[in-house]
């Protein structure tokens, strides 16, 4: 890990932009984060929209949970940002958007082609970020997970067991593999469901809450659209991290 660039955030969070090989990220870290007091680690997803354009929500998601006492840690997406670009997911892009352009039941062979390939490449990865960051003096753990695109969480949740909690957010497509993959994620849950999403078939968010094999998860719902998200939502995930993380 290289760091490349840092900076201070209204004098209370340390920004920090690093390389790991060809892949960027930023950690952001409590200005009283220290050898002495290390604070647990709170992975960032997001979805493949690239860090520059997601940098708003993610910086504001890093400053909540530093105000908590965490550490927060995010990565580029395969494909995604400056990294090279991927034909494959570029296409299962494109075919993704012209089904629902053209109003068309979304494939399972397009869910697949755009979210299985996804997972593959960037799981290992943030195990290797986590590989990386655990060993800095002023990160002590345990490590959870929020957010992002919530098939990659799934698998992180089966494979990593260094995260002990996770938030998800029930607005990405999911493959009818990962569905088998729910059932073995025992690590308590947290939930975020948009009642209204527009791009997100509710039902199915429902049946993989159920399918979830932890024996503590809520489910969050809201009234609203996918963008609709409530600012006391993040009030909630924030209590969820601080019991299962202090």
């Given at each position: 890990?290289?760091?490349?660039?840092?900076?201070?955030?209204?004098?209370?969070?340390?920004?920090?932009?690093?390389?790991?090989?060809?892949?960027?990220?930023?950690?952001?870290?409590?200005?009283?984060?220290?050898?002495?007091?290390?604070?647990?680690?709170?992975?960032?997803?997001?979805?493949?929209?690239?860090?520059?354009?997601?940098?708003?929500?993610?910086?504001?998601?890093?400053?909540?949970?530093?105000?908590?006492?965490?550490?927060?840690?995010?990565?580029?997406?395969?494909?995604?940002?400056?990294?090279?670009?991927?034909?494959?997911?570029?296409?299962?892009?494109?075919?993704?958007?012209?089904?629902?352009?053209?109003?068309?039941?979304?494939?399972?062979?397009?869910?697949?082609?755009?979210?299985?390939?996804?997972?593959?490449?960037?799981?290992?990865?943030?195990?290797?970020?986590?590989?990386?960051?655990?060993?800095?003096?002023?990160?002590?753990?345990?490590?959870?997970?929020?957010?992002?695109?919530?098939?990659?969480?799934?698998?992180?949740?089966?494979?990593?067991?260094?995260?002990?909690?996770?938030?998800?957010?029930?607005?990405?497509?999911?493959?009818?593999?990962?569905?088998?993959?729910?059932?073995?994620?025992?690590?308590?849950?947290?939930?975020?469901?948009?009642?209204?999403?527009?791009?997100?078939?509710?039902?199915?968010?429902?049946?993989?809450?159920?399918?979830?094999?932890?024996?503590?998860?809520?489910?969050?719902?809201?009234?609203?659209?996918?963008?609709?998200?409530?600012?006391?939502?993040?009030?909630?995930?924030?209590?969820?991290?601080?019991?299962?993380?202090k």
């Amino acid at each position: 890990m290289h760091f490349t660039s840092e900076q201070h955030l209204d004098d209370s969070v340390l920004e920090r932009q690093f390389t790991l090989g060809e892949i960027p990220g930023i950690l952001w870290t409590p200005a009283s984060a220290s050898a002495s007091a290390p604070v647990p680690l709170i992975l960032l997803g997001h979805p493949p929209l690239g860090l520059r354009k997601m940098y708003p929500r993610l910086v504001a998601r890093a400053q909540h949970s530093a105000a908590q006492g965490f550490a927060s840690a995010t990565i580029e997406l395969p494909g995604s940002g400056d990294r090279p670009r991927w034909p494959a997911a570029e296409q299962a892009r494109a075919d993704l958007r012209r089904a629902m352009e053209a109003g068309e039941p979304v494939s399972d062979a397009i869910v697949d082609a755009l979210i299985l390939p996804l997972v593959e490449k960037a799981v290992p990865e943030w195990q290797a970020t986590l590989d990386a960051l655990l060993p800095l003096p002023e990160i002590g753990g345990p490590v959870g997970y929020s957010g992002g695109v919530i098939s990659i969480g799934i698998r992180l949740a089966v494979v990593e067991p260094r995260i002990v909690a996770a938030g998800f957010f029930a607005g990405s497509f999911v493959p009818r593999a990962m569905f088998e993959e729910a059932r073995q994620v025992t690590i308590p849950l947290h939930v975020l469901l948009q009642w209204d999403d527009e791009g997100n078939d509710r039902q199915a968010a429902l049946d993989l809450f159920d399918a979830f094999g932890s024996k503590e998860k809520s489910l969050y719902a809201n009234m609203g659209g996918h963008t609709g998200v409530p600012q006391f939502a993040g009030d909630a995930a924030a209590q969820f991290f601080t019991r299962q993380l202090k």
